[in-house]
């Protein structure tokens, strides 16, 4: 392709939903001046380029390269390994990309395990053969092959260097459009880039700074998942005791989900100077628990609390939904002390 | 292996009675297991969760938390707030396929040096049948990446 001088874009989904794709497209008509300032050089999605197109490319051809999606298989981490090798700012781009996301809710279990769900032991199934993929097949013309299907599901930066973050799931349109007028400032008026390793297009407070919803003293002895009960409108969800992760979720989505009646379920990840989003929410919670006070019995209290604790189902789903991949633990031990990757005991 | 496997437990100790607990249970010369590493915080209720994460992550078999008897938490509530947490973090560490005896929580004044030094034993005993946890090699490390062979696909058909 002739070189018209122009910056070059690339955007591509390894582990995600599409959502993604879909943010940039929501940006609504600034989608034109996207494509009047940049030159496309590789988006799966939207043009027709091919994994050669990319090869091809000298390094660092690409002048910003939005990646979203998870790494869950060996052709996401190579094509990780290939985009940052052409491209010059490489962006994680969606929670997924960012910090693991939904596909990394996987580390909770096994591959084994998550095949065996998906192919083989699902009422929806009809596999009477139990057919599997394998990486390798061979037939009459000759073997083929499909991507390796990792044990644990990893974010960008934990296989290559990643210059920022966009968190979200997904991002939202105009936090998107805000980052793109930065990197365009400094494309083309030799503006300067944020520091490397920034998060942008997100907040530097909680998600209840942002959310309207009427905040009290919090007080709860009960947890509910969101259709058990019928919050009262315009009030803290925390406080009726529906799990909302906007005290340990970074700010920039303007509290999108709590104002229609939804917890915020922490897809812009944690704040500043905190490794673990999860155990950050699980502490939140712990002091809005208004069950058990000094002087009560020993024994009881402690099966008072446990009480309330056990209504909360699913800790580690609800807490890491999105940032399993970037927790301290990362995965979950799925077989004791067995070295054997996986495991389906 | 031949050697007995010697768990590493950390333990936060509260300064107030647990602290001071271990520090008696030392000058009355209690023989207890010497495998819990503590360290001092000011309240039980100081303990991040993240902190027995870490602690899982880097290293430790087990964690300890230990601290003043409900009622005489030297900041009133305190320890409190720390059964609290204790009881979903439990909930969550089992999840990640951490045994529950790898993280207690023990009530233990300034007065009973006996008390702790009964639950270090204890709980030492516990960890070390149940063998070392190694996080990063076993879990993070050797289970990272990895493909699905031949031989474990075979071996999904025949559970399946």
């Known amino acids: 392709m002739a070189d018209n001088g122009k910056p070059k874009f690339g955007m591509y989904w390894a582990s995600s939903c599409g959502g993604c794709e879909i943010a940039v497209l929501n940006i609504g008509d600034k989608i034109l001046d996207v494509d009047a300032i940049f030159d496309i050089a590789f988006w799966p999605v939207a043009a027709d380029f091919k994994y050669e197109d990319v090869r091809n490319y000298p390094d660092g051809y690409i002048d910003l390269c939005l990646f979203n999606g998870a790494i869950r298989n060996s052709e996401n981490e190579e094509m990780a390994h290939l985009l940052r090798q052409k491209s010059k700012v490489l962006v994680a781009f969606g929670s997924c990309a960012y910090e693991g996301c939904i596909p990394a809710l996987s580390n909770l279990t096994s591959r084994e395990k998550t095949l065996s769900t998906v192919y083989l032991d699902n009422l929806t199934i009809d596999n009477p053969e139990g057919t599997l993929p394998k990486e390798v097949s061979t037939v009459p013309e000759g073997d083929l092959t499909l991507p390796s299907f990792y044990h644990t599901v990893m974010a960008l930066d934990q296989v290559v260097p990643v210059d920022y973050y966009i968190p979200g799931c997904p991002p939202e349109p105009e936090q998107i459009w805000a980052v793109l007028e930065v990197v365009v400032n400094a494309l083309l008026h030799g503006a300067e880039l944020p520091p490397s390793g920034s998060i942008l297009g997100a907040g530097k407070v909680a998600v209840c700074e942002e959310c309207i919803l009427e905040k009290n003293v919090k007080r709860i002895t009960q947890f509910y998942r969101p259709y058990e009960i019928i919050p009262q409108p315009g009030l803290c969800l925390l406080e009726q005791g529906v799990v909302c992760l906007g005290p340990a979720t970074r700010s920039g989505c303007g509290a999108l989900c709590p104002q229609v009646g939804m917890p915020c379920r922490g897809c812009y990840g944690p704040l500043d100077g905190v490794e673990d989003q999860g155990a950050k929410m699980l502490s939140a919670i712990a002091s809005v628990v208004d069950v058990g006070k000094a002087g009560d019995d020993e024994h009881q209290l402690d099966e008072d609390i446990k009480a309330v604790m056990d209504t909360l189902v699913d800790p580690a789903g609800t807490f890491y939904r999105f940032s399993m991949a970037h927790s301290l633990l990362r995965r979950a031990r799925v077989n004791g002390n067995s070295n054997e990757a996986g495991g389906d005991q | ?160």
């Open chain 2, 1 to 160: 292996m031949s050697e007995q496997f010697e768990p590493v437990i950390v333990g936060f100790l509260c300064n107030w009675c647990s602290y001071r607990a271990a520090d008696l249970a030392g000058t009355s010369r209690i023989h207890y297991a010497p495998n819990m590493r503590p360290i001092r915080v000011m309240c039980s209720g100081r303990v991040d969760p993240q902190f027995v994460l870490k602690a899982l992550r880097e290293g430790a078999d087990g964690v300890m938390i230990a601290g003043c008897h409900p009622g005489e938490c030297h900041y009133v509530e305190g320890n409190i707030k720390t059964l609290r947490r204790y009881h979903l973090l439990k909930n969550l560490l089992r999840q990640w396929g951490i045994e529950d005896e790898r993280f207690q929580l023990v009530w233990a004044s300034a007065s009973e040096g006996i008390v702790l030094a009964e639950a270090v034993n204890r709980m030492t005993e516990q960890v070390r049948a149940l063998g070392p946890l190694d996080w990063k090699d076993t879990v993070i490390g050797i289970n990272g990446r990895g493909s699905f062979s031949k031989v474990e696909t075979a071996s999904l058909v025949e559970e399946g």
